[in-house]
């Protein structure tokens, strides 16, 4: 029988800190004479016959911790009727699958584990739950791992752009990733002290459309004209875009390809460029004259180096993986708390009735929240008579009655 295993891969889109695990999980069980196997292309590698496998020693692990993007190739593949390879696990005598990756990723790990149990292959999965865009709902609100670096990503574009901003006197609309969640774009947006966030979950008490949109990046400008600043940049989460009908996304002109999900692919598109057409349109309408230039923060933020704290963070659930393993704990996820304590998650903890997960939304309702949404530009009741002077209508333009239109 030959040494025994672990085999590593990883899921989904990049997230900075995907490196750190694997380098530590692969340090932890080579510590413990244990073959450390990369399997590349994701999920795909196990239903191939030629798998690519990447097999690590020290000096390759030790290299690549403290490194943006991931040394194994990733890939969003799911499997459906495929063949799986069998021998890779029997040939390599794998012990643990490593999953690295969304809920998905967790599910299908589960899935296999339990297809080669009844093949009479007993093997181990521990997944590590990853994603910028801070969604999964771990205990205590913690953040997925990457989140923190992404955002420091972002804040460092958004401060150059806000720059330029007040240097050039003018606005940029910007848009960034978060498909359900505008985590990231909350984070990215307060930290950078823009007169205008939107986000999916400010839309609790109205539908989202496109008009509400433009007029709400319209009412900042209006604002700031008002009180004599010239300049800004509007963040909208591209989240806005997976809550909208199809009947909205057709007004933008633009024919989306959809994933077999149904989720329009905005990856091919600029969601920024839209939304910038769509208010200059508006302002050409209003005979408003402000210069607006679109800003898409996307592919950019996933594989950047990792800052401190998810260093720290993928260094523990790297250890904790070797931790729940050498406790027999298999078929979960792993997460550290505040005090770096780990614990498993398992998926149905948090899946609902239908095995499905609700995404970990922003909390528009804590004082967090409140106080950031005080601190944005945006016209009010006080402000109707100066805004006489750019629109006719002001009370349309009114950010509070926006998000309560009926």
């Not at 539908?207 to 990046?217: E, G, L, P």
């Not at 996820?333 to 095995?355: C, H, K, V, Y």
Request: aromatic share 8%.
């Amino acid at each position: 029988m030959s040494k025994k295993s672990v085999l590593i891969l990883c899921g989904g889109g990049p997230a900075p800190g995907i490196n750190t695990v694997i380098s530590t999980v692969a340090k932890a069980f080579l510590k413990d004479n244990y073959r450390v196997l990369g399997l590349h292309e994701g999920f795909k590698g196990i239903f191939d016959e030629n798998p690519q496998i990447k097999e690590f020693d020290f000096f390759h692990a030790d290299r690549i911790f403290s490194r943006g993007g991931s040394t194994l190739i990733m890939s969003r593949f799911k499997p459906k009727n495929e063949k799986l390879n069998t021998n890779l696990f029997i040939d390599n005598n794998v012990k643990l699958l490593v999953s690295i990756g969304g809920d998905d990723t967790a599910s299908t790990a589960n899935r296999i584990t339990g297809f080669l149990k009844k093949e009479g292959i007993s093997i181990a999965n521990i997944h590590v739950p990853k994603t910028i865009d801070n969604d999964l709902p771990l205990p205590d609100r913690n953040p997925t791992f990457g989140f923190h670096s992404a955002k420091d990503e972002g804040v460092r574009i958004g401060n150059t752009t806000y720059e330029d901003a007040r240097t050039s006197q003018n606005w940029f609309v910007m848009s960034t990733m978060g498909r359900s969640a505008g985590h990231l774009a909350f984070g990215i947006a307060a930290s950078c002290h823009y007169p205008m966030m939107i986000i999916p979950e400010m839309f609790d008490r109205t539908s989202i459309t496109f008009d509400k949109v433009v007029r709400m990046v319209i009412s900042s400008m209006i604002k700031r004209k008002i009180e004599n600043i010239n300049y800004g940049v509007a963040l909208i989460s591209e989240g806005v875009f997976h809550n909208m009908p199809d009947s909205e996304l057709n007004k933008c002109d633009i024919k989306f390809t959809y994933d077999d999900h149904g989720h329009p692919e905005l990856g091919n598109v600029s969601k920024a460029h839209i939304f910038n057409m769509l208010v200059q349109k508006k302002l050409k309408e209003l005979g408003i004259d402000i210069k607006s230039r679109p800003v898409e923060l996307g592919y950019e933020l996933r594989c950047c180096r990792p800052i401190g704290f998810d260093l720290t963070l993928c260094t523990v659930l790297g250890l904790g993986v070797k931790k729940l393993f050498d406790e027999g704990k298999s078929g979960c996820m792993i997460t550290a708390n505040s005090r770096g304590e780990i614990t498993p998650l398992f998926l149905s903890e948090i899946q609902d009735e239908n095995g499905k997960i609700a995404p970990r939304l922003v909390d528009i309702n804590s004082e967090l929240a409140e106080l950031c949404f005080q601190n944005l530009f945006y016209i009010g009741e006080d402000d109707y008579e100066d805004a006489k002077k750019y629109v006719d209508n002001p009370s349309d333009y009114d950010f509070n009655k926006i998000l309560t239109e009926k």
